[in-house]
């Protein structure tokens, strides 16, 4: 009992002692979370870099969001006007957005970027229009952007034209593309080369739907060299 006892009063003489001596050092307490989250989002902006095979690539950090429009699970509802989609705790998913830094070959467009902060792996990449207060931000550091859309004069290309551009973008992403490079679908709607990649056998718990998709999926299109669409779902439906 009495080792105990001491054992206890030597324990609380050393905390006071630590206590005494961080107030009098006067030093700040390690932030461990932010060097954390400082070093995960240099992971990120890696993967987004290798992605874009640009290791130069100049872009900032927007904030955390859904993975909108491309991942959805939930607890579907028929309704008159067509359904509703109730959200599952479990299921809800958030994303880390990044944005270029300069608009798209002089368009008023720009890059944006979805990465899963679990896995650190890229979800989406997508062209966005930039708003109108952007637009004249631009303006008045002397660098007008044009206002046309970037997929409108785009030129057209060949499947083989296209597929070369896919499969590079893929080779970057994708750590397994060769085992699975066979198995992407080939379709084209008009100027659009896309290749998708699904996996069908997965299921979600009974009960739930997701949209635009039920199972992991991988698609890339192409419009033009510098111009694509790119989803990876795979991340988002592990636990």
Sequence with gaps: ????????????????????????????????????????????????????????LEFSFVNTDLPMPYFRVGKITKTKDGENMEAVERWTRKVNVYEDTKPLNNSCAVYQYHVDPKSHTLTQAVIRSLHQDEIEA????????????????????????????????????????????????????QKAHTWLWEDKSYQLPEGLEGRPYSYPIIRLTVYSPGQILYWNTVPLFEN
């Design 1 to 56: 009992m009495k080792t105990k006892i001491i054992i206890a009063l030597v324990v609380l003489v050393l905390l006071g002692a630590l206590v005494w001596w961080k107030k009098g050092s006067n030093l700040p307490i390690p932030n461990v979370t932010t060097n954390k989250e400082t070093d995960s989002k240099t992971v990120e902006m890696a993967a987004i870099r290798t992605f874009m095979a640009d290791p130069n």
């Design 138 to 189: 631009l303006k008045q550091k002397g660098t007008p952007c044009v206002s046309v859309d970037p997929f409108e004069n785009a030129p057209e290309l060949t499947k083989e034209e296209a597929q070369k551009i896919a499969f590079g973008y893929l080779s970057h992403a994708l750590p397994n593309f060769e085992e699975i490079k066979d198995q992407f679908v080939y379709s084209q709607d």
